[in-house]
């Protein structure tokens, strides 16, 4: 079972520049989301989605775009990096209709922004 | 604001020992709580518990929920170095869908 995969699982970007971080998932789940981890500060939500077509922001939205065309895949966008973004991100994935408290953790995308 | 507070932030034992983490919520609406160990990647599913005073049991963990003083515990017995982690609570409101994560217990078992 693939689970929730993560790409990449680590990136250097330069002040400015853009990517997306993959994420996909192949258990059929609604529901999907976005953290950043930073040292101390726990999980924060970035974006969540509870379907295909469905985003909402989360905790700490800014700098950050998502979208949902499929129920499989939900990508984080960085517009335009800062070294404020250099964290660890994780993306979740629940079935919303069941289940939706109990998330599923990718690997994490470690991501330094100098 | 909704929030959730974990204690110890950190907590060094010697195995053999029994520990306590503690989760403290406020959260409008409140559906559930979580908990996570977290040892180098990603985050593992521990418990889900919505109901008060009904333990939930794992081998030698367990967590019990109190939605009237607003917390919850993880216990941990008989530690062993494989428990080393960071364990994180969170909360799941009912009025939309962002739940909310304490900043982590950060457990150190010393052999």
């Known amino acids: 079972n693939a689970g929730v995969t993560q790409t990449p699982k680590f990136q250097v970007l330069k002040t400015g520049q853009s990517m997306t971080l993959q994420c996909a998932q192949d258990?059929?789940?609604?529901?999907m989301s976005w953290y950043r981890q930073d040292p101390g500060m726990g999980l924060r939500l970035i974006h969540y989605?509870?379907?295909?077509?469905?985003?909402d922001q989360g905790e700490v939205p800014n700098g950050y775009n998502v979208s949902r065309s499929t129920t499989e895949d939900f990508p984080l966008r960085l517009l335009s990096a800062a070294p404020s973004q250099t964290s660890v991100y994780f993306c979740?994935?629940?079935?919303?209709?069941?289940?939706?408290?109990?998330?599923?953790f990718g690997a994490g995308t470690r991501l330094s922004v100098l | 604001e909704d929030k959730v507070v974990q204690s110890p932030l950190s907590l060094v034992v010697h195995e053999g020992d029994t520990v306590t983490l503690n989760c403290s919520y406020e959260?409008?609406?409140?559906?559930?709580l979580l908990w996570y160990k977290q040892e180098k990647k990603a985050p593992t599913f521990l418990f889900m518990l919505?109901?008060?005073?009904i333990e939930k049991k794992s081998g030698r963990l367990s967590s019990i929920l109190d939605k009237k003083e607003l917390f919850s515990i993880l216990n941990i017995t008989a530690t062993q170095t494989g428990d080393s982690a960071v364990y994180l609570c969170?909360?799941?409101?009912?009025?939309?869908?962002?739940?909310?994560f304490g900043k982590g217990t950060r457990l150190h078992i010393l052999p």
């Open positions: 979740a994935s629940s079935p919303y209709a069941l289940a939706k408290n109990i998330q599923y």
């Open positions: 919505t109901s008060s005073g």
């Open positions: 959260v409008t609406n409140f559906r559930s």
């Open positions: 969170a909360a799941f409101p009912r009025r939309d869908d962002k739940i909310i």
């Open positions: 989605s509870v379907g295909a077509g469905i985003t």
């Open positions: 258990m059929n789940h609604e529901y």
